[in-house]
Nanobody, 121 residues
Framework: QVQFVESGGGLVQPGGSLRLSCTAS????????MGWYHQAPGKQRELVAT???????TYGDSVKGRFTISRDHAKNTVYLQMNMVKLDDTAVYYC???????????????WGQGTQVTVSS
């Protein structure tokens, strides 16, 4: 099992900034991809950003130019720098990872518990 520690969520004003972090812990695995998805009430869970072990980054259309994802490979930690936040960024943000483990290099996906981000004046 992979455990997550997510931090950085909270209340922020429109146009402001917030920085989320997520650290994956456990043993016997290697991370392939880490990232963030968010989900607002009554809506589908949506891609925010992901980053692979080789550095390939994918952003959701709604956050391009405003959010930046980065990773500390040695610490199994991913960060999301959220700038110029908007009201519709309000959502629960879930840390996500795909890992490989075992002799057969099997791949598994895991979700964090989520952290609330509220954009409000």
């Amino acid at each position: 099992q992979v455990q997550f520690v997510e931090s950085g969520g909270g209340l922020v004003q429109p146009g402001g900034s917030l920085r989320l972090s997520c650290t994956a812990s456990g043993s016997g695995f290697s991370i392939h991809t880490m990232g963030w998805y968010h989900q607002a009430p009554g809506k589908q869970r949506e891609l925010v950003a992901t980053i692979t072990s080789t550095g390939t980054i994918t952003y959701g259309d709604s956050v391009k130019g405003r959010f930046t994802i980065s990773r500390d490979h040695a610490k199994n930690t991913v960060y999301l720098q959220m700038n110029m936040v908007k009201l519709d960024d309000t959502a629960v943000y879930y840390c996500y990872t795909e890992v490989t483990r075992g002799l057969l290099n099997s791949r598994f996906a895991y979700w964090g518990q989520g952290t609330q981000v509220t954009v409000s004046s």
